[in-house]
Each structure stands twice: as C-alpha cells, then as structure tokens.
C-alpha cells in the first residue's frame, strides 16, 4: 500500500471535500488549533518551523514586524528572544534568504535552495559594472568580513571611508556587493540588527556545519524537497498554491507534482467550490471540529496566494501598504481575524508608542460572519488585549471606522484599561 492511500484509510478520509474540511485541514497544516494559553517553549517554536518552514520578513512596523507574527498567531504570547536563538544561536534553526519572499526559512532547506543562489543573475550587470570601475573592492568586501564579520554593510562603508584617498567607493557600490554575494550564497545574514540591517558573515560561519557540508541535491531533487514542504505547510493546495509558496517554477512544480502523485505523496482531491485540480498532502489531518481564534498579519504564509483565500475563506484580500489612503478599502496593515474555521473579521492595527495603545484604526465585519457578530466581537476583543500585552502597551484604543468598529470599542469601554 502507497503511504497516501494508507494514511488515507487510517483517518478516514473522504474522496472529495467539502469547502468547510478544506479549511479545516489548511489551518491544522498551517499550525492552528493548538493550545495558545501554555508557556511557549523551543519545542513548540521548532514543531511550527517543521510545519510552516518559513517566516516571512518585511520592513514594515506599524503593530509588529511580520516575521514575529506566525509564532503569536499560532502559540500565542511568547518571548520573541526564542525567535531571536532560532535565528542565531546555536543550534541555528532558521537562515534568511529568498522563498516566497525575502524569509527566514528552515535551515534544512538550506541545501534544497541552492540551486536558486547558483542561478541568480538579476544583479549582475550591475555587479560588473562595479568590479570594473572599484577593481579589488570585492575582494575587499569579503576580507573585511572574514576578519571582523558579522557586519553591516554601513561598517564596511565606515571602515573604508577611512581609506577613501585609496578606494573612493560609495557606500551603494558595497551594499550591491554584500546583496549579490548573499543572493548567491557566497555569505549570509547571522541576523539583524536594533535598526533591521543585516548582519553579513560568511555562509560557513552562519549554516551549521552539518547542513553546509551536506551534498547539494539535484535541481529535480531540490524542487522535489520544496514543493514536499510546501504540500505539507498547506495540507490542501492546487499546483499554483504548491508553486507560489516557495515561488518554484509552475511548469516544473506541476512535473514534481506528477511524480508524487505517483509515489502516493499527494492524493488527487476534489473540494467542492473549486474549480481546479487540487492535491491532498498523504499525510494531513482532518480534525471534525476546530476552535481557536487568532489574529494574522497580512505577511503570514496562511494567505501568501491570495486566490487560495478566496477559495477557502470566500474572501477577497489585497495588502493596501502601496496603495493612496483615498483609496484604500480596509486600511494600511490589516490583519484578519481567524475564529474557528473562518476568517470573521478584519482589522487595521498600530502599535503607537507614544499613547500606549495598540490603535484599531477601523475594524470589519465579514458578511458571512454576521450571524455571529456578538461572538465575533467579544472574542475578537479578547485577542486585541491579549496582543496588547503581549507588546506592553497599556489599552487599545477603537476608532470609529468600519462595520465591527462599535461593537469592539464598547467591549474595550467596558473592560477598561
């Protein structure tokens, strides 16, 4: 018997889906529904890296960065210095570099992205261009960090600026170089720093030496390893969810897909609603009921394809950072609120500071919640004063924008501070 169609017998599970299991079975793929009230321990940081394998980073801050949002969303409150150690101390779990996006990813998947650093050309007219007008300067680069890495590239340029009579480049011209040699693998990022500039070091010294020196795989065998991790992070998925979570070739991922079919690995699965092909990870789970609630940031990989939320949660989103505020429909950084098996609500958070206030700047019913509009607001409440605290700010603060704005701001009254 093939694993897929053993698993398949061991949990029962149907021939075809409805839209409500489809759901069910990407949120427990995703790392939701479990207990978010315990201590957060390494453990459980690891067992989300194993499911979801990349945290996806963006320099926004207005509530809290993205990449510290998928633990929040799916452990709760926790120590973000456990996020810190996952990402620089030794054992190092997490390296950064391009999947879906620029991310901290699983560092197992180091050797599997290889293959993406050797093909990377996008900077190397410019790179060129460079080397000529700066000869040496690379080579520079690269001492400079060998002898006092990890560094910035703002402490290469400073150091150098004391030998500028002799080199004469500017601070764009290193900054290329660090970018093209960490695109390509040559370094790495050892972490940020307080002002979110990565730290270069050399890759030896960042990739843990068991996973550096492991053989690198074939491009086939990497695409294969990807789009398995990417199966696994979805549970449910159509070949284009599976290619955009790590933004692998369709036309090559539909070939991987085609072999795992074949291995038993995905279980061709029809979901009712869904107008395309789509693949069941041999080894998802399909709980009958599922109760949790939690707030996801719009960089959270639960909606990287925005198709995909449209298919599962009947629900159109757009991240509106880039778009005028005239014409935005929801607000600036909008996170969804996750109740059970839907996504019920939407709101536009800040984090300011200055008032000691996690701001609702408008807050949103989902129409297909609104039968439950009273829970939805009460338990919605809840989770604004749990990230409240969880980021040390003292109230939160409604304003009156949107459909669900009232309801929450008279919990909050009522709570008090």
């Known amino acids: 018997m093939n694993p897929g169609a053993a698993q398949a017998t061991l949990l029962g599970m149907p021939a075809a889906l409805t839209a409500a299991q489809a759901r069910r079975i990407a949120l427990v793929a995703q790392g939701f529904g479990g207990d978010r009230n315990r201590g957060v321990t390494m453990r459980q940081v690891q067992r989300v890296i194993d499911r979801v394998g990349q945290f996806q980073i963006d320099s926004v801050n207005v509530a809290v ?22 990402m620089g101390a030794a054992p190092r779990r997490l390296f950064e570099f391009w999947g879906h996006a620029a991310s901290l990813i699983d560092v197992n998947l180091h050797p599997a992205l290889r293959f993406r650093m050797s093909g990377h050309t996008d900077m190397w007219e410019r790179v060129r261009r460079i080397e000529q007008e700066h000869p040496g300067l690379a080579d520079r680069v690269r001492a400079d960090l060998r002898e006092g890495g990890p560094l910035t590239a703002r402490q290469i340029e400073h150091q150098e600026d004391r030998a500028r009579d002799h080199w004469g480049w500017n601070w764009s011209s290193v900054k290329y170089l660090l970018e093209w040699s960490f695109s390509t693998g040559e370094i790495s990022s050892a972490g940020r720093n307080a002002q979110f500039e990565r730290l270069y070091d050399l890759t030896e010294r960042v990739i843990p030496t068991p996973i550096y020196t492991r053989p690198t795989p074939t491009v086939e065998e990497s695409r294969l390893e990807l789009t398995r991790r990417a199966a696994r992070a ?58 949790t609630q939690a707030l996801v940031s719009p960089f959270d990989s639960l909606v990287f394809e925005r198709s995909r939320v449209l298919d599962l949660f009947n629900l159109f989103y757009r991240i509106e950072i880039y778009v005028p505020q005239a014409q935005r429909q929801y607000g600036y950084y909008v996170y969804l609120f996750v109740m059970d098996e839907d996504i019920t609500a939407r709101v536009d958070l800040k984090a300011d500071r200055a008032a000691d206030a996690l701001m609702v700047q408008a807050a949103w019913m989902e129409p297909l919640a609104e039968p439950r509009r009273a829970e939805v607001a009460t338990r919605l409440a809840e989770e604004l004063r749990l990230m409240a605290d969880w980021l040390g700010l003292e109230r939160v603060l409604v304003r009156p924008r949107g459909t669900l704005a009232a309801d929450l701001a008279a919990h909050h009254e009522a709570a008090g501070p």
Do not use: Q
């Open 234 to 291: 979805l549970g449910i998925a159509t070949d284009r969810c599976l290619a955009d979570y790590f933004r692998t070739n369709l036309t090559e991922t539909r070939r991987t897909i085609a072999t795992m079919v074949a291995a038993g690995e995905l279980i061709p699965t029809p979901v009712a609603g869904w107008d395309k092909p789509t693949y069941l990870w041999w080894e998802a789970v399909l709980p009958r009921r599922l109760r």
């Open 65 to 86: 960065r993205a990449h510290l949002t998928p633990l929040y969303s799916r452990l709760g409150p926790y120590d973000p210095a456990l996020l810190e150690r996952a």
